[in-house]
């Protein structure tokens, strides 16, 4: 079964007197389950994809269906509802709150989902844990690296084991044990929970991981592989 | 469908962001708050002193002549007829003064004659006052500048104002005749001797107000024991209304009579205490606007400052009304903060003024001359203490209002972009 399906994505900006292609007609079926990695120059359209699949940008014109739910077709609310239960983010940038803890920052999304406190510090503790944070669980994003605030955000996208997972350049600010680390988490996830994962990366190490590549230029999806 | 446990947990999320929220900019907010501190603590204060100086206001009128709360016939305070008279005023007022031993009572009894001297005629009100107990209700027996207050029930004497002295030229001592109608419609007349000459420091009263014994008075205009008004002073405005339902009790079985209370019987009284409360407002209203637009400017600064946060949480599935609710949640925390510490300023500063007492400079003549209290005394209470601060929290909420709307417009990848 397809848990993703895009249909002829088109979303244009006006830049001055030029458009800019962000997706020219991408059409893309994903099986739930998948571990998909998007590549692509930089303003290939990587980023809009996972933007538009997550809801938080509106097309110019195409469908996308998730687990057969409209995307298109949701309006705000419906769309931070179907964000809040069903997707976990990983941005680029790492993109905590910083007036919360480590812990309260991957606590934030069940919080929001009415998961009881007792089982929300189990959830989060352990994983936390897994990312190597434990004993700093009581820090700001101030008080942590640059690869421990990714940790971070990783482990609030996947700590409610959302059904997909959209990543934008996850191990960008990482080293190569922790990107291995983070890697293996986000495959035993999706191999154990069948979490789909989508993620948009120039890194080729993470290329490796994927069991289907899509390569994107100009908005446009150029190449599309299994491995 | 968000559950009750989802709208706690989230609501609990939200209190502990907007709480802090607030103190990412340590310096703002308390520049924010004091603000609110100082305009709260210059309302509670201004409000309790305007509230006092209307308690000295209405005590010093009343004081003067009416009286806080009067026993009348019905009818009477509109049209003053010498017929709708109290039977037995006097035993009347002797049994509410036994009621009642705190407060001040006195008959009276009213009638226009007129008045006149050697050279000149006026026509004026007589008002028959029992010369024991008229200092209890009425500041006049106080005022008398030259000679002394009537002393006699029953002797011919008058005691008049400073102008109608002026205008009648007569002096302490002097004669004066009363021409009138008595109560039966039979023809009242008599011989007074001047024996004090009063000035109250309003023109009105001292133009027009004449004071006899009461038992003169009585057989003058033949009203055998009747009078037409029992005039009550206590020392409390605040005990008036539970004064006014003991009285109601006893003036039950009595032919007709009504007990009126201040507002009743000087209606330009309070209708000048709310056109002066609605005119200070107007200054008020400047100071709360003008923090209104203080915390409008630190919620508007915040809210851009943190677009990119406010993204972030769109994205991961806050809806924009939970923003703009944790947008108005800072506000209400630093308005609260604004109100507590402003209240109990101002509770403070208006307490110890209500204690030691407030007086402008100059106001000790002013108040010297015409027999009132040379300071005033801010009225601390729950109305003054919470009226202003109370809008001054509102109108901040407001404030916040726009702000707060602005993030319905949000879109996360925008905003996530927002430098």
Known sequence: ?227 | MTTKRQRDSAFGLSLRLAWRNIWRQKRRTWLTALAMVFSNVLLVFMISLQLGSYDMMINTTLRMFSGQVQVQRVGYQDEQKMRQDIAGVGELASTIRSRFPAASVAARANAFVLLSSEDRSFGTQVVGVEPDFEAGVSTIPGLVADGRFLQDPGAAEIVIGGVMARNLKVAVGDELTFLGSGKDGSFAAGVLTVVGIFNSGSSDLDRSLAEVPLGYFQDAFAMGGSGHIIAISTAELGGIADLMESLRAIIAGGDELVALDWEALTPGLKQAIQADFTSAWFMYAVLIILVAFSVLNTQLMSVLERTREFGVIMALGIKPRRLALLVLLETFLMALIGLVIGVLLGAVVAGYFGFAGFAYPGMDELAAKFNMPSVIYPSVGPVSLMLGPTVVFIFCLFAAIYPAVKLYGLKPVEAMRAV
């Not at chain 1, 419906?78 to 812990?103: K, M, T």
């Not at chain 1, 944070?133 to 940790?151: C, F, I, K, V, Y």
Request: aromatic fraction near 4%; include cysteine; hydrophobic fraction near 40%.
């Open chain 1, 1 to 227: 079964m397809s848990a993703i399906v895009c249909t002829d994505l088109c979303k244009f900006y006006q830049q001055g007197d030029a458009v800019i292609k962000g997706l020219d007609h991408v059409s893309l079926e994903i099986e739930e389950g998948s571990f998909i990695c998007i590549s692509g120059p930089s303003g290939s359209g990587k980023t809009t994809l996972l933007n538009a699949i997550g809801g938080l940008d509106s097309l110019d014109s195409g469908q996308i269906a998730i687990n057969g739910e409209r995307v298109d077709l949701l309006g705000k609310a419906e769309l931070a509802d179907l964000r809040l239960h069903s997707i976990g983010f990983v941005f680029q940038a790492y993109n905590l709150i910083p007036v919360l803890s480590a812990r309260e920052n991957v606590e934030f999304v069940m919080q929001v989902q009415g998961v009881r406190a007792a089982e929300r510090k189990l959830q989060s503790m352990k994983i936390l844990q897994e990312v190597g944070l434990e004993g700093m669980e009581d820090r700001r994003p101030a008080q942590l690296s640059g690869g421990q605030q990714q940790r971070v955000a990783v482990a609030r996208a996947i700590v409610s084991q959302p059904k997909l997972v959209l990543a934008d350049e996850p191990t960008a600010n990482l080293d190569s044990q922790s990107m291995e680390k983070l890697m293996a988490h986000f495959r035993e996830l999706n191999e154990a929970h069948k979490v789909t994962f989508l993620i948009a990366t120039h890194d080729q190490r993470v290329m490796a991981w994927a069991d289907r590549r899509i390569y994107m230029e100009d908005g446009r999806v150029t190449r599309d592989e299994l491995q």
